[in-house]
């Protein structure tokens, strides 16, 4: 089975940083693309970056130059350095990784991690 685990989370004050982790494991021939998602409580789950196994990256608008995605494809591990936090940033923040499991099996399959809470205070 794969397995995505999440770390870093925590609770900062505006304007400070953080660093969250997502390494993965298990049955893994191939990890495509990646991505960070967050869910602030009482709203929908939602995009806040993606990057492909070559290292494009995308950002939605309310982080674009405070947050930077990243991967160590040897470590099967995926970055999200968070800085300059706002109070809106406050959510539970969860990883997603496309993954092809065997090379013999066609396509691949979508992957979530348990999440992370990120908290920042006024």
């Known amino acids: 089975q794969v397995q995505l685990v999440e770390s870093g989370g925590g609770l900062v004050q505006a304007g400070g940083f953080l660093r969250l982790s997502c390494a993965a494991s298990g049955t893994i021939f191939r990890i495509n693309d990646m991505g960070w998602y967050r869910q602030a409580p009482g709203k929908q789950r939602e995009l806040v970056a993606r990057i492909t196994r070559d290292g494009m990256t995308t950002y939605v608008d309310p982080v674009k130059g405070r947050f930077t995605i990243s991967r160590d494809n040897a470590k099967k591990t995926l970055f999200l350095q968070m800085n300059s936090l706002k109070t809106e940033d406050t959510a539970v923040y969860y990883c997603?990784?496309?993954?092809?499991?065997?090379?013999?099996?066609?396509?691949?399959?979508?992957?979530w991690g348990q999440g992370t809470q990120v908290t920042v205070s006024s």
């Open positions: 997603n990784a496309a993954i092809i499991t065997r090379p013999t099996v066609p396509g691949e399959a979508t992957y």
